[in-house]
């Protein structure tokens, strides 16, 4: 029976075997990219990787979806639906759900999208009694999120004089004030701002323990 592999011309067969290190793919449209990818999944499946360590991402679902089923064509149905293969956003939202408690939340958290967290500020800036024309919500919520990314909690932000001496700067000395009762909101309302593209260094570093 002929292998798979040998359905790839040389060049594509050069990349599907190269499993050590890092390899860059750089190809025309539709010539044969997607099919390196999936025969070189299915090819570190053969050589004995569990699925679920194998970690794809892809821009699209749909994409993912179409991986996902050409390389159940080679390896089996079985074999493929434990594959780590989804869009950046889903494949750590589902590692997110998975491993929510070890960061202290549950599993069962909803994601935030920029207009449920604009209005959490709307609400907070009521609550202080504050102007939103000068909070303005997308830059408190730009701040908060730039906090997250260098790790730094409300409690810290507030502690921070760097911070303090910048927000007093610009005419808003509560933001980590603001922070906090964000926070503390989310956590109140057992949800959790994911904004993923933020959060993640701190998925990273709490669950990976790769801290950037
Ligand atoms: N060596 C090959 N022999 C036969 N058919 C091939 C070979 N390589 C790719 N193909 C076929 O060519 C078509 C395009 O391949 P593929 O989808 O992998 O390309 P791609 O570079 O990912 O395309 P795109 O730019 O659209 O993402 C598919 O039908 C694929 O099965
Ligand atoms: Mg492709």
Redesign the pocket.
């Known amino acids: 029976m002929k292998h798979f592999l040998d359905?790839?011309?040389p060049v594509?067969r050069a990349a599907a075997q190269a499993t050590e290190g890092p390899v860059m793919i750089i190809?025309?449209?539709?010539?044969?990219?997607?099919?390196?990818l999936?025969y070189r999944i299915a090819h570190i499946m053969e050589r004995g990787t569990d699925a679920f360590n194998i970690l794809a991402l892809t821009f699209t679902n749909k994409a993912a979806r179409e991986m996902k089923d050409r390389i159940a064509k080679i390896v089996g149905t079985n074999e493929a639906k434990n594959l780590w293969m989804g869009t950046f956003h889903s494949v750590f939202a589902k590692i997110l759900r998975f491993e929510a408690a070890k960061l202290g939340y549950p599993s069962n958290f909803t994601i935030y999208d920029t207009d449920d967290s604009k209005s959490q500020i709307k609400e907070i800036l009521k609550q202080f009694n504050l102007d939103e024309k000068v909070y303005k919500p997308s830059l408190v919520l730009n701040r908060i999120s730039d906090a997250k990314n260098k790790l730094i909690s409300a409690q810290q932000y507030i502690g921070n004089s760097v911070f303090q001496t910048e927000d007093r700067q610009s005419q808003k000395p509560l933001m980590g004030q603001i922070y906090e009762a964000y926070q503390k909101e989310i956590l109140r309302q057992v949800q959790w701002i994911l904004m993923i593209f933020y959060t993640i260094p701190i998925f990273y570093c709490e669950i990976f323990q790769i801290c950037f």
């Open positions: 359905e790839l011309n594509q190809a025309g449209a539709g010539s044969g990219k997607t099919r390196v999936t």
